[in-house]
C-alpha cells in the first residue's frame, strides 16, 4: 500500500523540481526527502525519479503516480475540510424520527433552533412510532429517535436516552358529563363507562390498560383510534370516556371537559435515544441539548389552563 506522506513528498519534489526545493517547502532536511523518495520506489516497485548532476527528472512512472496524486491529496483535503466542518457544526447532517405527538409540540421549536444556531447542517425528520425508530436507529438510519416509557420505547439496549419530560393523563370527558363538574377524578370513578382510546395493542393503549388495572378494573373499550382528534371527537359526542397524554392536547376540541387525574397520575416518560456519545456525532449532541432545551421550554410554558 503508497503511503499518503511519500506521495505527498514525490508530489512536492515533481512541483519544485529537486529535493533541496521541495525539503525547504515541506521543512523536511534535503536527507529526509531522498530517503522518503526511496521507500516510496520500493513500496512501488520501480523508479520514480531519476537523479543526474543536472538535477532530477520524474521517470515515466514517476509522472503517471504524480497524475494520480493530485486526484489522491486533493480528495485528503477535500475529506479532511469536511471533517473539520462537521466538528465545528459548518455541515454533516441529524436524521430525527419522532412519534407524532411529540413531533407535532415541542420537536419542531427544536429544530428551528437547531437550524438558526447551525444553518449548514442537514436536518431531517420523519415520523415513526417508537417501535420502527429503534431498530431504525441501532442500523444506523438514524440519529436521534424520540419516544416514550412505558411501552413505547422498546429495546434501548446499546443506546443512550435523554429524559426530555414527563407526558402525564388526563381524564377527557364530554361537557355535560356528572363528573364534569369535579376539579379532579379519580380512575375508580371511570369504572362503567365506555372508554374511547387507541389500540390497545399500541404503546399508549397500553398504558391506558395499565393505570385502570392498576386500581382495579379493566376499561370497557367500545371505541378505538390512533387519532387522538378522532378520540376526542367520540368523547365530544357524548359515547365514552378516554384518558389522553398531555402531548396530544396541545390542540383540543372547546366541547370536552379535560381534568386532571386524583391520586397516582399515569404519565409517558418523553427520551431521546441515540448511539453512545462516543460513536454520535457533533451535530447529534448539538441536537440533544437543543431538544432538552426545547423541552424544558415547553414544560414551563404549558398552561394546562382546560385542566385545572
Known amino acids: 500500500m503508497i503511503d499518503v506522506k511519500r506521495l505527498k513528498v514525490l508530489h512536492e519534489v515533481a512541483r519544485q523540481g529537486s529535493?533541496?526545493?521541495?525539503?525547504?517547502?515541506?521543512?523536511?532536511?534535503?536527507?529526509?526527502?531522498?530517503?522518503?523518495?526511496?521507500?516510496?520506489?520500493?513500496?512501488?516497485?520501480?523508479?520514480?525519479?531519476?537523479?543526474?548532476?543536472?538535477?532530477?527528472?520524474?521517470?515515466?512512472?514517476?509522472?503517471?503516480?504524480?497524475?494520480?496524486?493530485d486526484a489522491i491529496l486533493t480528495r485528503i483535503c477535500d475529506a479532511e475540510a469536511e471533517l473539520e466542518a462537521i466538528a465545528g457544526l459548518r455541515g454533516g447532517r441529524v436524521r430525527l424520527a419522532s412519534f407524532a405527538t411529540a413531533g407535532s409540540t415541542f420537536v419542531p421549536h427544536a429544530i428551528a433552533t437547531f437550524h438558526e444556531r447551525h444553518p449548514a447542517v442537514e436536518i431531517s425528520l420523519k415520523e415513526d412510532d417508537p417501535e420502527d425508530s429503534v431498530p431504525a436507529l441501532k442500523a444506523g438510519q438514524l440519529d436521534v429517535a424520540i419516544v416514550f416509557e412505558p411501552?413505547?420505547?422498546?429495546?434501548?439496549?446499546?443506546?443512550?436516552?435523554?429524559?426530555?419530560?414527563?407526558?402525564?393523563?388526563?381524564?377527557?370527558?364530554?361537557?355535560?358529563h356528572p363528573l364534569a363538574a369535579k376539579s379532579k377524578i379519580r380512575l375508580q370513578e371511570l369504572e362503567a363507562e365506555a372508554w374511547v382510546q387507541p389500540t390497545m395493542s399500541c404503546p399508549c393503549g397500553m398504558v391506558v390498560a395499565d393505570a385502570c388495572?392498576?386500581?382495579?378494573?379493566?376499561?370497557?373499550?367500545?371505541?378505538?383510534?390512533?387519532?387522538?382528534?378522532?378520540?376526542?371527537?367520540?368523547?365530544?359526542?357524548?359515547?365514552?370516556?378516554?384518558?389522553?397524554?398531555?402531548?396530544a392536547l396541545a390542540t383540543y376540541r372547546p366541547d370536552v371537559a379535560i381534568r386532571p387525574i386524583a391520586g397516582s397520575n399515569p404519565k409517558r416518560d418523553v427520551l431521546a435515544a441515540t448511539l453512545p456519545s462516543g460513536r454520535r456525532s457533533p451535530a447529534t449532541q448539538a441536537m440533544l441539548d437543543v431538544l432538552v432545551e426545547a423541552a424544558e421550554r415547553y414544560s414551563q410554558g404549558e398552561t394546562r389552563l382546560a385542566v385545572a
Open 151 to 176: 411501552h413505547g420505547a422498546g429495546d434501548l439496549t446499546d443506546l443512550e436516552a435523554v429524559h426530555l419530560l414527563e407526558d402525564p393523563m388526563s381524564v377527557v370527558l364530554p361537557q355535560d
Open 19 to 69: 529535493f533541496s526545493a521541495a525539503a525547504e517547502a515541506l521543512s523536511y532536511t534535503q536527507s529526509a526527502i531522498s530517503q522518503q523518495i526511496a521507500a516510496l520506489e520500493r513500496e512501488t516497485g520501480t523508479k520514480l525519479v531519476d537523479r543526474g548532476a543536472r538535477g532530477i527528472r520524474m521517470t515515466d512512472a514517476g509522472e503517471a503516480l504524480v497524475r494520480h496524486a
Open 213 to 247: 388495572r392498576a386500581v382495579g378494573f379493566e376499561p370497557r373499550v367500545a371505541f378505538e383510534s390512533d387519532d387522538y382528534l378522532t378520540v376526542q371527537g367520540l368523547v365530544a359526542a357524548g359515547v365514552g370516556v378516554a384518558l389522553i397524554p398531555s402531548l
